[in-house]
């Protein structure tokens, strides 16, 4: 007899195209490194979705979800920028430099 | 469209060219069916996925290589018709082929012997002067060069591991390995393809070429294997009850629905 070999989760980071952020896709099981790269290339790239897959051993993944740390009950609004309004400055600004407001999403 | 293809060939090469066609296609078409049958029950969900897909681009390189086919025989049938309507008597795979899906490492060791050889004979035809064949083994070459690295992957565990993986290994290559010389056995008139450009050597060329690439691996993962010289004329003729049985499964819509499509 032989022992049931030991698979454990690989987690699978996705990129569509070229510019695009790393997205989390899913995760495979696989005994090593080398199947891991094989199935993720089969579950989250054999229709062609892909253009780079990082595949990481979750294991190694160092979590941090302590509410303490992310979600600290006390306000902290202070620490944002949503206070400070900078549309009439930027209108002032470019008034003065006679440049014209950016179309689109832009800015 | 009115003129075949390649009408510069004489009747001899052409027919030649016909046969290597043929051999391609049914053999892409008879290891995707019988993979196939892993869909559902292969050794864990992820390998089901790989070999299902695996298994699928197989059969697409078996519906190109037959509609090239259609085109350069020109009789009136079309790839469905090729690929389908044929007896058992009148299929031209490997009989490396013709052994049944059995256990993983029968699958395994069959594909290996089977995506080596393959990997040769499309090396062979990169540069080929028959241009719609070259143009379609450009993109096939892309999609073999994965499903080898995901059998070798495969072989190395079944070979590395202690106990079961690799007996079962042992056994499989010891069934498999009188037929496995079939896949490279020469074609009739071959060396017609090789003075008309359209593959680089001739298939003896070829078959030495492959054992000294399986040599190579086997004698790095201790598989001491003879793989004896296969008879050209029985290479791919006299087909197994195994393949009997795939043909039935494979040809059963179309026989109960004939002309159907979807």
């Given at each position: 007899m032989t022992a049931e070999p030991q698979l454990e989760e690989w987690e699978v980071f996705r990129q569509e195209k070229e510019g695009d952020a790393m997205k989390h896709g899913g995760s495979v099981m696989a005994p090593d490194a080398e199947l891991a790269v094989h199935y993720a290339r089969e579950l989250f790239g054999r229709r062609q979705e892909s253009i780079r897959l990082w595949v990481v051993r979750r294991a190694d993944i160092h979590d941090l979800s302590d509410p303490d740390l992310l979600q600290p009950p006390l306000d902290r609004s202070f620490k944002k920028p949503g206070g400070y309004v900078m549309r009439d400055k930027l209108a002032a600004a470019r008034e003065q430099s006679g440049a014209s407001k950016p179309k689109g999403n832009a800015g | 469209m009115t003129d075949s293809l390649a009408p510069d060939l004489v009747p001899a090469t052409r027919n030649a060219l016909s046969l290597l066609l043929l051999s391609m296609a049914d053999d892409e078409f008879v290891i995707g069916f019988s993979d196939s049958?892993?869909?559902?029950?292969?050794?864990?969900l992820e390998e089901d996925v790989a070999m299902s897909s695996i298994a699928q681009d197989e059969l697409g390189h078996a519906q190109a290589l037959y509609r090239l086919l259609a085109e350069v025989v020109d009789d009136g049938r079309d790839a469905d018709a090729i690929a389908y309507?044929?007896?058992?008597?009148?299929y031209y795979h490997a009989r490396l082929l013709d052994h049944p899906r059995g256990d993983w490492a029968d699958t395994i060791a069959r594909r290996y012997l089977y995506d080596t050889a393959d990997g040769i004979r499309l090396d062979a035809l990169?540069?080929?002067?028959?241009a719609p064949l070259r143009e379609l083994v450009a993109k096939i070459r892309r999609e073999e060069r994965y499903h080898l690295m995901h059998v070798s992957a495969w072989l190395e565990r079944l070979a590395s591991a202690r106990g079961e993986p690799r007996e079962r290994l042992l056994l499989a290559l010891d069934r498999l390995a009188p037929d496995?010389?079939?896949?490279l056995s020469p074609l009739p008139n071959d060396l017609s393809l090789v003075m008309a450009g359209i593959i680089d050597s001739s298939f003896d060329e070829l078959d030495a070429r492959w054992r000294v690439e399986v040599g190579r691996v086997f004698e790095r993962l201790g598989l001491s294997m003879v793989l004896p010289v296969a008879d050209p004329l029985t290479a791919r003729t006299n087909h197994s009850d195994a393949f009997r049985w795939l043909h039935g499964e494979f040809t059963a819509v179309r026989r109960e629905q004939p002309g159907a499509t979807w």
């Open positions: - | 049958e892993w869909t559902g029950i292969a050794p864990m309507d044929r007896p058992v008597e009148g990169a540069e080929s002067s028959f496995a010389g079939t896949v």
